[in-house]
């Protein structure tokens, strides 16, 4: 593992088939941006300047869905992706936690095509280890111990996150539970892909997962109930996948879509038979 956090982390995720990361620039780079139709926010001036509700609304009548509660998990499936997978992936694949902002996680906005455009963060520091190569690098905090540097994670996690999702459902009125929710079974989902694709223990990669989500809920995220495991085909190496703990509310945006697999609200029997389709074919697995 290379002293430098960025170039480390983009080489253990090259052999992901599903690596959604955010761009990592400096500042000074941010400053030499052509013009284009891009409008850029950070969190931090996406909430206070009001354009939340704006952009939510926007976004949903140009694309949908419909319904409010799909419309406020789509905002955060569209914001936060990359965001939620740059601190689950990074932890777990190299060991470094990513301390993230609400003042350096820029959202551009194409107003052109209403849409939002990947993520980029700025300047981003991490919390590494006392034992690791990169302890002495200029972008990494030294945390004492694991238990620290899970902490400080869950943190900087729930700050950056907390007043999009504030916003968000002061604007949609979708509950604190549902969007935390959707964010927090994504954390786990998150550390859980990379693990089945690169044949890791499932377990293991839960284990930090868990360890992650409580670190954020400790933080102040507050949810219903926590996503499990489902192991299908326990002799399989990829044999085990989850089941959020909170529904994403997809299928009422698109009731012929029914339950997702990993819905709470699907039962274990079809949800069996789904993924074992996965392993039959796996062109149909995620």
């Not at 995720?13 to 955010?22: I, Q, S, T, Y």
């Not at 740059?86 to 470094?96: D, I, K, M, Q």
């Not at 003042?103 to 919390?127: I, K, N, Y």
Request: aromatic share 10%.
């Amino acid at each position: 593992m290379t002293p430098e956090p960025h170039a480390t982390l983009r080489e253990a995720c090259a052999p992901l088939k599903f690596a959604p990361l955010p761009d990592l620039v400096g500042s000074s780079e941010a400053h030499i941006r052509p013009p284009t139709d891009i409008q850029w926010h950070s969190v931090t001036t996406m909430v206070e300047q009001g354009w939340v509700p704006v952009l939510f609304d926007k976004l949903r009548t140009e694309h949908g869905p419909g319904h409010q509660l799909p419309a406020a998990t789509n905002f955060l499936r569209v914001t936060l992706r990359e965001p939620i997978f740059l601190a689950a992936a990074s932890l777990y694949l190299t060991g470094r936690a990513p301390l993230l902002s609400p003042h350096t996680l820029q959202l551009p906005w194409h107003t052109a095509r209403s849409e939002f455009g990947t993520p980029t963060v700025m300047d981003l520091r991490w919390a590494v280890l006392p034992d690791d190569p990169a302890a002495d690098h200029p972008d990494t905090v030294v945390a004492r111990d694991e238990d620290e540097q899970f902490r400080m994670a869950g943190e900087a996690v729930f700050a950056t996150f907390e007043p999009l999702l504030e916003a968000l459902f002061q604007h949609s009125r979708a509950g604190k539970r549902t969007l935390w929710g959707w964010a927090l079974d994504t954390l786990h989902f998150y550390m859980l892909n990379p693990a089945r694709f690169l044949g890791r223990d499932a377990e293991s990669a839960w284990e930090s997962a868990t360890r992650l989500g409580d670190a954020v809920i400790e933080a102040g995220a507050i949810t219903r109930k926590r996503p499990r495991l489902f192991p299908f085909a326990p002799d399989h190496p990829r044999g085990t996948w989850a089941v959020r703990g909170t529904c994403c509310f997809d299928y009422k945006g698109d009731p012929e879509h029914g339950y997702c697999t990993t819905c709470p609200l699907k039962c274990d029997s079809e949800r069996q038979q789904d993924l074992s389709e996965w392993l039959q074919n796996p062109a149909l697995a995620p």
